[in-house]
Each structure stands twice: as C-alpha cells, then as structure tokens.
C-alpha cells in the first residue's frame, strides 16, 4: 500500500546502461527514479527505505538488501548464485573489465602482463571474491591469458 521509491545508478555508470539495455531493452528510465553517485550509495539507500528498489554489483550486497531472483518469460527465476552467475541463467550478470593501453599489433609490455596475470590469478581472484564479487572459472582464465599471449608465462 506505499509507493515503491526506485534507485538507479547515475548515466554516466556502465551499470547504468547495462541495466537500461538489458531490463528496459533500451527504453527510458522513470522521472521520479533517484540517481545515486555509486552502487555503495545505491545499496545504501535501498538498505534504509523498506519501500525501495534499485539494482547494483554483486559485490556491493550488505546485509540489508537481497538479490532479487529474475528470469525469463517461460525459463523461471534464478537466484543470484555463483552456479546460475556462470550458467547465464541469472539474467542480470556481466562481466568486469580491465581496459589496458596496449599496441595491438605488439606483444604487451612485462609490466602490464604482470598485473594482468595477477588479476587473473588465484590470489587476484581470491581478492576480487574478499570484495565480493564472484572469481572467473579456469576457463575463462586461460581464454584471457591465451588471448593476450600471457598464457606459456603464467603457469
């Protein structure tokens, strides 16, 4: 019987635009939606109003708030786990990315290797899920690693 108080990343936010991409396929956001500055600040704010909604990372979940299971018309609802993460049948999952300043046409440089071997590594991986947010399967691993011909020197 309250009205729902909705809670949007700002537009300058790639969650922003996934979430407008992917759930409003494109379409506008509500007038009255309040922008939040980060997903921290999101999370925040849904946390405090029993009445709220809004969307953020995985890694920005506190105690407060729930993942709201969604789905597909006809393909039910899944949970936010780690299973249906990977298995693509929680629908509101993305990746994160590491943009590197890189000459395509030139193998990368020691240094920027590695940070990126690091980051894909066990312990990067063990430190990306302290923060919250789910690590990258083996192969996704050695698909980026390969990819960026870091593979033969991880190991």
Same mark, same amino acid.
């Given at each position: 019987?309250? &009205?729902? =108080? +909705? @809670?949007?990343?700002? =537009? %300058?936010?790639?969650?922003?635009?996934?979430?407008?991409?992917?759930?409003?396929?494109?379409?506008?956001?509500?007038?009255?939606?309040k922008m939040q500055v980060?997903? !921290?600040?999101?999370?925040?704010?849904?946390?405090?109003?029993?009445? *709220?909604?809004?969307?953020?990372?995985?890694?920005?979940?506190?105690? #407060?708030?729930? *993942?709201? &299971?969604? /789905?597909?018309? /006809?393909?039910?609802? @899944? #949970?936010?786990?780690?299973?249906? =993460?990977?298995?693509?049948?929680?629908?509101?999952?993305?990746? $994160? @990315?590491?943009? %590197?300043?890189?000459d395509p046409k030139k193998? +990368?440089?020691? %240094?920027?290797? !590695?940070?990126?071997?690091?980051? $894909?590594?066990?312990?990067?991986?063990?430190?990306?899920?302290?923060?919250? @947010?789910? &690590?990258?399967?083996?192969?996704?691993? !050695?698909? !980026?690693? =390969?990819? $960026?011909?870091?593979?033969?020197?991880?190991?």
């Amino acid at each position: 019987s309250k &009205p729902i =108080t +909705m @809670y949007s990343r700002n =537009t %300058l936010s790639g969650t922003y635009k996934f979430f407008q991409q992917h759930v409003l396929s494109g379409g506008a956001f509500k007038d009255d939606i309040k922008m939040q500055v980060g997903s !921290e600040a999101v999370v925040n704010a849904v946390g405090g109003d029993k009445f *709220a909604i809004g969307y953020s990372g995985i890694g920005y979940k506190t105690n #407060d708030v729930r *993942a709201v &299971p969604v /789905g597909s018309v /006809g393909k039910g609802c @899944y #949970d936010a786990s780690f299973d249906n =993460t990977y298995s693509r049948k929680y629908a509101l999952a993305r990746g $994160l @990315y590491i943009y %590197l300043l890189k000459d395509p046409k030139k193998p +990368m440089d020691a %240094l920027s290797g !590695e940070f990126v071997k690091y980051v $894909l590594s066990r312990d990067g991986q063990t430190q990306a899920k302290k923060g919250g @947010y789910y &690590p990258i399967t083996r192969n996704i691993r !050695e698909h !980026e690693l =390969t990819r $960026l011909g870091l593979l033969a020197s991880a190991n």
